[in-house]
Nanobody, 121 residues
Framework: QVQLVESGGGLVQAGGSLRLSCTAS????????MGWYRQAPGKQRELVAF???????NYSDSVQGRFTISRDNTKNTVYLQMNSLKPEDTAVYYC???????????????WGQGTQVTVSS
């Protein structure tokens, strides 16, 4: 099993920045891609960004150019630097992980508990 623990959420004004962190534990050798999903009230969850074990990244159009995902494999940790935050970024952000062998185009099987990000206007 792989466990994911997020931290770094909070309340910030529009235009501000936050950095989320997520540390994996357990069978971390099985983890390929790590990333972030988010879900706002009344909306479907959406992929925000992910990074593979090899360092390839992918972003949703809504955060491209504002958010940066990075990964420290020595610490089994993935980060999401969020700049120029907008009220529409308000959501619960979930850390996710794909194990090796899982299709990256599918919904990840491993999820963290989520951390709230609130952006005030």
């Amino acid at each position: 099993q792989v466990q994911l623990v997020e931290s770094g959420g909070g309340l910030v004004q529009a235009g501000g920045s936050l950095r989320l962190s997520c540390t994996a534990s357990g069978k971390v050798y099985a983890v390929n891609a790590m990333g972030w999903y988010r879900q706002a009230p009344g909306k479907q969850r959406e992929l925000v960004a992910f990074v593979t074990s090899g360092g390839s990244t992918n972003y949703s159009d809504s955060v491209q150019g504002r958010f940066t995902i990075s990964r420290d494999n020595t610490k089994n940790t993935v980060y999401l630097q969020m700049n120029s935050l907008k009220p529409e970024d308000t959501a619960v952000y979930y850390c996710v992980a794909h194990r090796f062998g899982e299709n990256l185009a599918t919904i990840p099987r491993t999820w963290g508990q989520g951390t709230q990000v609130t952006v005030s206007s």
